[in-house]
């Protein structure tokens, strides 16, 4: 079956503008992820979604950062008003967790978006 | 503050030898460890995990090695092949947390495994 899949696969961007990632998950994945990786570090966790709440938005790093999510269905990361620190990898992943049971910790990415803002 | 670390930006290997990735963790409420491989281009995927309440798990070439009381993590790959060289993720569940499944990454290790 289709895996997790992001679009667009590159995005480049003046600083100020908004961009907008998209993200469609596994069919009947309700839990969803977005990570986000810097040059040189690892994965950084943005912020989750079971079904189309978000119950932990922690990891988002300003109130220029949002998502959104359409039933257990697609899922849209903006950044308005992009700023150079905003580049990296921008990576979604999903998983059958159910709510509030940890069944299965196995999370499935996408190939992620990289973002460049000039 | 990073709660977990892999100390090693990268190791390279003869194939067939062994390869061992290290994690360090800080937090003493993560439960469930996991170790993820990803290829340049591609998100990661998931290699092998473990419990907090065992010490080790294996699958084929892979064994995961887990010392609470160091708060450290190994991944073993025996015989290491060329198609090993990747990067490699160390990842932790913070059970204290939430019921969920938000996972804390390590910075990575890059692996190359020589012919």
């Known amino acids: 079956g289709a895996g997790v899949s992001q679009s667009p696969s590159n995005k480049v961007t003046e600083k100020g503008k908004d961009v907008e990632l998209r993200c469609d998950p596994i069919?009947?994945?309700?839990?969803l992820y977005w990570y986000r990786q810097r040059l040189g570090q690892g994965l950084e966790f943005l912020i989750y979604?079971?079904?189309?709440?978000?119950?932990?938005k922690s990891g988002l790093p300003s109130d220029r950062f949002s998502a959104e999510r359409t039933g257990e269905s697609v899922s849209t990361l903006t950044i308005q008003r992009t700023q150079q620190e905003d580049s990296a990898v921008y990576l979604c992943a999903s998983s059958l967790d159910p709510p509030g049971i940890a069944v299965s910790y196995e999370q499935y990415f996408g190939p992620g978006t990289r973002l460049t803002v000039t | 503050d990073q709660q977990v670390k892999q100390n090693s930006p990268s190791l390279s290997v003869q194939e067939g030898r062994i390869s061992i990735l290290n994690c360090d963790y800080t937090n003493s409420m993560f439960d469930y460890f996991l170790w993820y491989k990803k290829y340049p281009a591609e998100g990661p995927t998931f290699l092998i995990s473990?419990?907090?309440?065992?010490d080790k798990n294996e699958d084929g070439r892979f064994t995961v090695f887990l010392n609470k009381s160091a708060k450290h993590l190994s991944l073993h790959i025996v015989p290491s092949q060329p198609g090993d060289s990747a990067v490699y993720f160390c990842?932790?569940?913070?059970?204290?947390?939430?019921?969920?499944?938000?996972?804390?990454f390590g910075q990575g290790t890059i692996l190359t495994v020589h012919p």
């Open positions: 979604f079971q079904g189309n709440s978000a119950p932990d």
């Open positions: 069919s009947g994945h309700t839990a």
């Open positions: 990842a932790a569940r913070d059970a204290g947390g939430t019921s969920y499944g938000k996972l804390t």
């Open positions: 473990i419990s907090s309440i065992k």
